[in-house]
């Protein structure tokens, strides 16, 4: 496991009246990039943001922005985001009927592909497209909304992908991401399973010494959690 820590924000809890400020002030934090969680009000029952919104606030950062696509029709949505300035797209495995195109039509539109699971989804789900992804998420909470609590049985599929991705000789190329109810107290548990690239909303906003500290704080105790 030689992949960097990485600390990035779900915007969900950002004031949405000013995403331009949010996310410089995102940026001058030390997040490594910024997550937009895309929700249609199908595959989720919530609905978020569309591709103007992301390009909008795309001219007040540099950090790279990826789309978690919480959609039920990715395929027909992906250039739209990667048009706003999303390089990456993480498409959920449960979406895709044709899970292997949509992942390969991703790099064909220039973006760097992901794959999400969602709790009930077992890792052998993804077992035959990691080749295509530059990066799995293992989703610790039920998508939809920020602020749920942290399941921790999760760490059992994080440690699984984890070892399929080493396996595979991916281990240099591909995150294992983990996102939902992600904090202080459980930050060192999805590391020490196998994550490495660690989004946190909730935690990052209620933090009592601003967003550079709960970055900081973050990103130490993930460290911390690998030595
Ligand atoms: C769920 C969302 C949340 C969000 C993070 O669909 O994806 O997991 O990014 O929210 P917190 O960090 O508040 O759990």
Same mark, same amino acid.
């Given at each position: 496991?030689?992949?960097?820590?990485q600390?990035?924000?779900?915007?969900?809890?950002?004031?949405?009246?000013?995403?331009?400020?949010?996310?410089?002030?995102?940026?001058?934090? !030390?997040?490594?990039?910024?997550?937009?969680?895309?929700?249609?009000g199908?595959?989720?029952?919530?609905?978020?943001?569309?591709?103007?919104?992301?390009?909008?606030?795309?001219?007040?950062?540099?950090?790279?922005?990826?789309?978690?696509?919480?959609?039920?029709?990715?395929?027909?949505?992906?250039?739209?985001?990667?048009?706003?300035?999303?390089?990456?797209?993480?498409?959920?495995?449960?979406?895709?009927?044709?899970?292997?195109?949509?992942?390969?039509?991703?790099?064909?539109l220039?973006?760097?592909?992901?794959?999400?699971?969602?709790?009930?989804?077992?890792?052998?789900?993804?077992?035959?497209?990691?080749?295509?992804?530059?990066?799995?998420?293992?989703?610790?909470?039920?998508?939809?909304?920020?602020?749920?609590?942290?399941?921790?049985?999760?760490?059992?599929?994080?440690?699984?992908?984890?070892?399929?991705?080493?396996?595979?000789?991916?281990?240099?190329?591909?995150?294992?991401?983990?996102d939902?109810?992600?904090?202080?107290d459980?930050?060192?548990?999805?590391?020490?399973?196998?994550?490495?690239?660690?989004?946190?909303?909730?935690?990052?906003?209620?933090?009592?010494? !601003?967003?550079?500290?709960?970055?900081?704080d973050?990103?130490?105790?993930?460290?911390?959690?690998?030595?």
């Amino acid at each position: 496991m030689s992949r960097p820590i990485q600390i990035a924000p779900s915007v969900l809890p950002a004031d949405f009246a000013r995403l331009g400020e949010e996310v410089a002030a995102l940026e001058a934090a !030390g997040v490594d990039l910024i997550q937009w969680d895309v929700m249609d009000g199908y595959f989720v029952p919530n609905l978020t943001f569309g591709p103007d919104i992301i390009a909008a606030a795309r001219r007040h950062c540099t950090v790279p922005f990826e789309a978690h696509l919480m959609v039920v029709n990715p395929d027909a949505l992906a250039a739209r985001y990667v048009d706003a300035g999303c390089s990456r797209l993480i498409v959920h495995a449960e979406a895709c009927t044709h899970l292997h195109r949509t992942l390969a039509n991703i790099a064909d539109l220039g973006a760097t592909a992901a794959v999400a699971l969602n709790p009930a989804t077992p890792a052998s789900a993804i077992a035959h497209v990691l080749n295509l992804v530059d990066l799995v998420l293992v989703m610790t909470v039920n998508p939809g909304f920020g602020g749920q609590a942290y399941i921790a049985s999760m760490e059992a599929k994080i440690a699984e992908v984890r070892s399929m991705i080493d396996t595979a000789g991916l281990g240099e190329s591909v995150d294992l991401e983990v996102d939902g109810g992600i904090g202080p107290d459980t930050i060192a548990g999805a590391t020490a399973a196998g994550a490495n690239v660690l989004i946190a909303g909730s935690a990052l906003y209620r933090d009592p010494d !601003g967003l550079e500290h709960a970055v900081a704080d973050l990103r130490a105790r993930a460290t911390a959690a690998r030595a």
